[in-house]
């Protein structure tokens, strides 16, 4: 699995996706709220879990580092050299010591079990094939202690927005550069039905310098019953599925698919 694009700049990166601490930078009240929405769930289901927790897909830290600071004992993971360069320096600059490694989150062996293991924002949609994704959840079970979890959140992609022009844009966010000024950004996509994936260009502008910068990636599309029977297939159940990170209900309005999982003979046993 290559790198994606949209982690080949880590400081680009914490801007465009602030944590909570800075989430200044981002433009827009409702981006700020969610993005406090989602570290109080992570959080929270950290918490429940009662022992260590595994987060695939860390990035910088921008998760691992609020759950570490709340004295829960955690291993952050990641595919992307240079992410977890930054994480490991940021959780340094809180006092914290972490354990970040690197490994790809379809095959991993780290020779010990979790509590809960989360994969939050979409990062499970880096996984471009059926195979992949048996992969990772396979590996994830291999890694679960007796009554361990998995949490994370996938997009719920409706059809308007898979059905869009290919060739027109679309707003996407705006962040608050300390030299640049507001930056926003747009992108374009193209969905290949028969793969289920988008892929995706962002264009980053600034007020005198449009598009300064392209980045190109890809994700995977997967919808809400297809999914129950991806987890059913690698031997996992949900638990719970919420349409937002504030744990509201999933219905066919929701923006995301928040979900917790327990491994088939867990569950029977609840």
């Not at 694009?5 to 602030?18: E, I, K, R, S, T």
């Amino acid at each position: 699995m290559d790198e994606c694009a949209l982690y080949a700049d880590p400081a680009l990166y914490d801007l465009l996706f602030p944590s909570t601490r800075d989430s200044t930078s981002a433009a827009g009240q409702m981006r700020r709220e969610l993005s406090i929405a989602s570290e109080q769930f992570y959080i929270g289901q950290a918490r429940e879990s009662g022992g260590r927790v595994l987060e695939l897909g860390c990035g910088s830290g921008r998760l691992t580092i609020p759950i570490a600071l709340e004295g829960i004992d955690i291993v952050g993971a990641d595919l992307s050299p240079s992410m977890l360069g930054r994480a490991r320096v940021k959780g340094a600059a809180a006092g914290l010591r972490i354990p970040f490694v690197q490994l790809d989150m379809r095959q991993f062996d780290l020779g010990t079990r979790f509590s809960a293991i989360l994969i939050p924002w979409n990062a499970l949609l880096h996984l471009l094939t059926i195979e992949d994704l048996k992969q990772c959840f396979a590996s994830v079970r291999r890694h679960l202690a007796p009554g361990g979890k998995l949490v994370f959140d996938v997009s719920k992609w409706d059809l308007p927005r898979l059905a869009r022009d290919p060739g027109e844009r679309h707003p996407v966010l705006r962040v608050n550069h300390p030299e640049r000024g507001e930056i926003s950004v747009d992108e374009t996509a193209v969905y290949d039905a028969a793969e289920q994936i988008r892929r995706v260009v962002w264009y980053l502008s600034a007020p005198d310098d449009p598009d300064f910068q392209t980045i190109d990636y890809r994700l995977r599309v997967i919808f809400p019953q297809e999914l129950i029977l991806l987890l059913d297939c690698a031997g996992f159940r949900l638990e719970r599925r919420y349409g937002e990170f504030t744990r509201e209900a999933f219905t066919s309005s929701s923006p995301r698919q928040v979900c917790v999982c327990l491994p088939v003979e867990e569950q029977a046993e609840v």
